[in-house]
């Protein structure tokens, strides 16, 4: 029984490592898919506001052309940033509740597996007595 209980522990801690690690995959892919989407935004964005600012280039001063792409580069560099800040304060409270969530079950299993446990030793421990008296 102890080796069952201690196999069926292993077969849930194998269990609980390959849904995290399939979670973490998940979300490092759903990740690139939202910063693949953003760069692509900021480069259309980029491209628009360079083309715009082209036309302009004939009125304005080299320096001052310079200083709005250096604008515009900070800009997305800052917004880039921030979404990637936000994307890993959401995949960090994601996996937190996952792991909550993984922990809550298992603990509820290895509840489980005690009660039958217990159980089972029980009927045992009767079942020996019985033949006992018996004999």
Known sequence: HE???NREI??????HKEEMEKVR?????EQQHVLDELRQQMVAAHKAEIEQAQLQSQTLHSLELEALRLSLNN????????????LRKEKETALVELREMLNDKRAQEVAILRS???LEWEKIKEQCQR?????
């Open 131 to 135: 033949e006992k008296d018996d004999l």
């Open 116 to 118: 039958r446990h217990q």
């Open 25 to 29: 995959a998940e979300l490092n892919k």
């Open 10 to 15: 292993s077969e849930l801690i194998a269990k």
């Open 3 to 5: 080796r069952e209980h």
């Open 75 to 86: 800009m997305h560099t800052s917004q880039l940033e921030l979404t990637q800040s936000n």
